[in-house]
């Protein structure tokens, strides 16, 4: 099994261009989530998905949205990038929230400018 | 909602030594406590996830223990290793929101 994959590994846009951050995985999980991870403010949620065409806000929603079109794919889009969303974005994936551990991808590093 | 706090910010001690991480929440309805290990530049990888119903797990030289009662989780380290050198994050699950995590302690074992 591959575990949780996340493409690119690396991304620099412009301040108002738009992209997805892909992430998959191949471990049958329905319970998927974004994060994203920045000095001294730790992993804060940004959306989740507890299975295929189900998703919810977490923490810091703004800016972002998600789909869940598949039990395998969950990405994230940014509709207009601003310098703040500048960090390093982490999918993570699970049977379920109750019973099993949380798989990370190895993250993307995106920097706004 | 459930906060969870990590003291100290980063930790260093020598080789050999066994050394305790501690984890604080503030939700004593928490349905179960996962302890990670992430280092530079990677995500996260799971260590131990201790249900609410457990006091403890063990894999190899790791413990985890949970106390509700009194908010608290610790992770043991024994016979620490410079191998061991990464950040320890705790996260906790109530339930009523998905995980949340603490900010992490940064272990440095010296050689």
């Known amino acids: 099994n591959a575990g949780v994959t996340q493409t690119p590994k690396f991304q620099v846009l412009k301040t108002g261009q738009s992209m997805t951050l892909q992430c998959a995985q191949d471990m049958n999980h329905e319970y998927m989530s974004w994060y994203r991870q920045d000095p001294g403010m730790g992993l804060r949620l940004i959306h989740y998905s507890v299975g295929a065409g189900i998703t919810d806000q977490g923490e810091v929603p703004n800016g972002y949205n998600v789909s869940r079109s598949t039990t395998e794919d969950f990405p994230l889009r940014l509709l207009s990038a601003a310098p703040s969303q500048t960090s390093v974005y982490f999918c993570a994936s699970s049977y379920d929230q109750l019973n099993s551990p949380l798989h990370f991808g190895n993250g993307t590093r995106l920097t706004v400018t | 909602k459930q906060e969870v706090t990590q003291i100290p910010a980063a930790l260093s001690v020598p080789e050999g030594e066994n050394l305790v991480l501690n984890c604080s929440f503030t939700?004593?309805?928490?349905?179960?406590l996962q302890w990670f290990r992430q280092d530079p530049g990677k995500g996260l990888t799971s260590l131990l996830l201790i249900q609410s119903s457990q006091r403890e797990q063990t894999s190899g030289r790791l413990n985890a223990s949970l106390d509700k009662s009194s908010g608290r989780s610790t992770l043991y380290i024994a016979a620490s290793q410079p191998g061991d050198s990464a950040t320890y994050l705790c996260?906790?699950?109530?339930?009523?929101?998905?995980?949340?995590f603490g900010k992490g302690t940064r272990l440095s074992v010296i050689a």
């Open positions: 939700d004593s309805a928490i349905y179960n």
């Open positions: 996260a906790g699950y109530s339930g009523n929101t998905p995980l949340v």
